[in-house]
């Protein structure tokens, strides 16, 4: 039997990342982790980089900014948290 193999139109990726449905979504889902973070987060309308869409979401308020530290409110939102390994874990 003959492994299948998959090659990617580089160019068609390309132009998939910088898609305006890619950068609504980005914003979508920037704009729902802000609600989710609390008061004082704000997500940004998006842009479009060199190799992809993106968006952003940052504390708007000292408050949240103090938030953020101290509890780290966006990565655990987003479900980036460090995880702590324990020693023989890999």
């Known amino acids: ?3 299948l193999r998959v090659k990617l139109n580089r160019k068609g990726v ?3 990342l910088k898609s305006q449905e890619i950068m609504d979504e ?3 889902l920037a ?5 989710e973070a609390g008061d ?3 997500a940004d309308d998006g842009h479009v ?3 992809r869409a993106s968006a952003i979401v940052y504390p708007s308020s000292s ?3 103090s938030d953020n530290y101290r509890n780290n409110t966006l990565l655990n939102v987003f479900g980036t948290a460090l995880k702590v390994r324990k020693d023989g874990d890999t």
């Open 1 to 3: 039997m003959a492994k």
């Open 14 to 16: 390309r132009e998939l």
């Open 26 to 28: 980005c914003v979508r």
């Open 31 to 35: 704009k729902e982790k802000a609600a």
């Open 40 to 42: 004082g987060y704000a």
């Open 49 to 51: 980089g060199k190799t």
């Open 63 to 65: 408050a949240a900014r």
